[in-house]
């Protein structure tokens, strides 16, 4: 389970918080799309979430385990794909795949098979030998999503995980959110793709200033809007906020 409770962000001395006291519960088995305008609070709060960013105020757990208090547990039961893919620039490829295999203590065996499976599912076999500043965008996104996958987390938080991808590799993760969720698992992502979150997700949040404006099934918003698309009931939410 992902719970967050009446958490807060507020930046220096802003008097606006970048995040008001947001309360989420995310289920076992469950997809949650994370949705709102750019400059919402959407990857502020999953960084508080992933411990990046402290909240002012609030609790998050994440698995049973509350990110300020037992964070090393909390970390090693997530596995989370940032905003932006450009890190760890100068090593290979395949050298960043073993760090965060030795980071999360993963065993020879099932790291050489999750390498071997992920490499050829995202069409990255290749491409583990060079450095990871020699790639593109999308695949600098691939070996992200394939590091924080690396320890098969119970919980995937993931930020904008298909910006970039090729058709075929992001047709391949949405499959694997499917089935990581139909094991019994959580995914939580954001994405500015609305007929993505519409087909994907068993529950929407939609952030608008900081302020969880709606929380709950889909069919519920559409009720609520007298069933117009959601990119239609974005559009009037974030309008009329």
């Known amino acids: 389970m992902l719970n967050l409770k009446n958490v807060s962000k507020t930046y220096g001395n802003n008097t606006v918080k970048a995040v008001d006291a947001i309360s989420l519960e995310v289920k076992s088995g469950q997809i949650l799309g994370f949705i709102g305008p750019n400059g919402a609070g959407k990857t502020t709060a999953m960084k508080m979430i992933t411990g990046i960013l402290k909240p002012d105020e609030g609790t998050i757990t994440v698995n049973g385990y509350d990110i300020s208090t037992e964070p090393l547990a909390a970390k090693q039961s997530f596995g989370y794909v940032p905003d932006s893919p450009d890190m760890f620039l100068r090593l290979k490829g395949i050298e ?44 600098r996104q691939k070996i992200i999503i394939m590091g924080a996958l690396m320890h098969n987390p119970a919980v995937w938080i993931l930020d904008e995980p298909l910006t970039g991808l090729d058709p075929r590799s992001s047709f391949q993760l949405k499959e694997m959110m499917r089935q990581h969720a139909q094991a019994g698992n959580i995914v939580f992502f954001s994405t500015h793709m609305l007929e993505v979150a519409e087909k994907l997700c068993d529950k929407i949040a939609l952030i608008n200033k900081g302020k969880i404006v709606f929380f709950g099934e889909l069919e519920e918003l559409k009720d609520m809007h007298n069933q117009l698309s959601l990119e239609e009931i974005f559009m009037e939410v974030t309008a009329n906020a």
């Open 96 to 139: 960043y795949l073993n760090f965060m295999g030795d980071m999360y203590q993963v065993d020879e065996t099932t790291r050489q098979e999750k390498i071997t499976s992920m490499a050829q599912t995202f069409e990255m076999t290749g491409a583990l030998s060079a450095r990871i500043q020699s790639y593109s965008h999308g695949m």
